[in-house]
């Protein structure tokens, strides 16, 4: 007995006739639905929804983080001055000591 490939697209019985029609209709419809009220329906897709949650919010986290943030670093300028008189008392006094007043400006990395 040769096995036909299953392809999940396409209907299983004849849709150019009334009846292929009809089967696949009533193949693919759950007629238990029609007796539910529309409070139940919505706990169901309520609970598709909240299901499928946790995997969405975990991929876009994943690529933001692989996308955004390498962009974000090419697009803000991460070397950044401040004056030497704005520095706390101690790291001042000790960058005075060094180089004198001939610096002015201290350059250092944001970072992330």
């Known amino acids: 007995m040769a096995l036909r490939s299953f392809d999940i697209d396409a209907p ?3 849709q150019s006739t009334f009846m292929g029609r009809l089967k696949h ?16 329906l919505d706990e169901a897709k309520a609970l598709r929804i909240t299901y499928l949650h946790g ?7 994943g690529v933001f983080l692989v996308f955004m943030v390498p962009a974000a670093c090419s ?3 991460q070397r950044c001055s401040m004056a030497v008189s704005k520095l ?21 990395n944001k970072g992330l």
């Open 25 to 40: 209709f009533f193949n693919i419809t759950d007629c238990r639905t029609a007796i539910l009220p529309d409070s139940r």
């Open 55 to 61: 995997p969405i919010q975990v991929m876009m986290v």
């Open 88 to 108: 706390e008392p101690d790291l001042r006094d000790s960058i005075r000591s060094q180089y004198g007043d001939a610096v002015q400006h201290v350059y250092f």
């Open 12 to 14: 299983r019985w004849d």
């Open 75 to 77: 697009l803000f300028p």
